[in-house]
């Protein structure tokens, strides 16, 4: 389409996660008939349309047709979605991709929103500061959700990740079962912790004893834990013992 000199086309992206009404076209139709009656508002004409049955939550760069749509798209191209949630579910990278947009000059459409969001009007504006709110919000509970599940796994005395704990190997489900090994260095580590000798007097010692290295700071870290480990199972046999 040429428009006031210049050359230009303008594409719509429809997309359904649901095979069946993908096949029957039911969604994809309902969004093409919104996007053309936005495009008509708009004085623009649908030259291409391009759909595709796939997950929202996948990056849309990452989809078959929205790569091949992006590798198509031109400065001066326009692109209209009859909803926002069809080219995107991903706030973080719907954001990524308005930015890329608007560095590669190419106009992009949500009908359900009202307009182009990558332009410098208000409309486009207030968008970019909407979607980094919400890029933000969503980073944090992201964030604050994967601390909660370490710090469950932690109670429960699961392995997190990285490398295990001394003194303990791994079952099938991933948690933490006494090496009996191991745990025989950590009661002599105690033992001697207990009758007042100094971390690098045990440091010393174990890495005579055993030929491996024994850190003075891994020593410490290893009596400190298991006597917080301890305490804490103390504490959870009498709170059992005062349930009865």
Not at 38 to 46: E, G, P, R, S
Not at 189 to 210: C, H, P, V
Not at 228 to 234: S, T, V, Y
Request: charge should be positive; include cysteine; proline fraction near 2%.
């Amino acid at each position: 389409m040429k428009m006031k000199g210049v050359i230009m086309t303008t594409y719509f992206y429809g997309r359904n996660s649901d095979l069946d009404s993908f096949d029957r076209g039911s969604s994809i139709a309902t969004q093409k008939t919104k996007a053309e009656s936005y495009a008509h508002i708009k004085d623009l004409k649908i030259d291409v349309y391009i759909t595709e049955q796939i997950s929202g939550t996948i990056p849309f760069e990452r989809r078959p047709r929205g790569f091949e749509l992006f590798q198509k798209l031109k400065k001066n191209d326009h692109l209209i979605c009859s909803h926002l949630d069809r080219f995107g579910r991903n706030t973080l990278d719907l954001l990524q991709m308005v930015e890329k947009f608007k560095r590669k000059k190419i106009s992009l459409h949500f009908v359900d929103v009202g307009g182009e969001v990558t332009g410098s009007d208000a409309m486009g504006s207030v968008f970019l500061k909407l979607l980094s709110v919400f890029a933000e919000y969503y980073a944090k509970q992201c964030s604050e959700k994967s601390k909660a599940t370490k710090q469950r796994m932690i109670k429960e005395n699961r392995y997190t990740g990285g490398k295990k704990k001394f003194g303990y190997d791994l079952d099938e489900n991933n948690y933490y079962v006494p090496c009996e090994k191991e745990q025989s260095l950590i009661r002599q580590m105690q033992t001697m912790r207990s009758a007042g000798e100094s971390y690098k007097t045990i440091s010393e010692n174990l890495t005579k004893s055993t030929r491996k290295k024994f850190p003075i700071s891994w020593v410490h870290k290893i009596v400190q834990r298991e006597g917080e480990q301890n305490l804490i199972k103390k504490e959870l046999n009498n709170c059992s013992e005062l349930s009865y």
